[in-house]
């Protein structure tokens, strides 16, 4: 999985790069949602029939 990401709010976005390290393999599209916070939060299933995924500790961090 690639992500990209803001150093700080309204801020220019970075290079793409891979996200974690000895992930699986991701199937389909990547779900993102914000939530009623304002905190992104984006989930995907994986060939091992998890659902995984990662969210914004508070609006505007990565």
Do not use: E, L, R, Y
Not at 41 to 47: C, G, L, M, Q, Y
Not at 56 to 62: E, H, R, T
């Amino acid at each position: 999985m690639s992500g990209v990401s803001q150093a700080s709010p309204g801020s220019a976005f970075g290079n793409w790069m891979a996200i974690g390290t000895n992930q699986p393999t991701f199937v389909g599209d990547p779900s993102a949602i914000v939530s009623a916070t304002g905190t992104i939060a984006v989930h995907d299933k994986a060939t091992d029939n998890w659902i995984w995924g990662t969210s914004q500790g508070s609006v505007g961090c990565g």
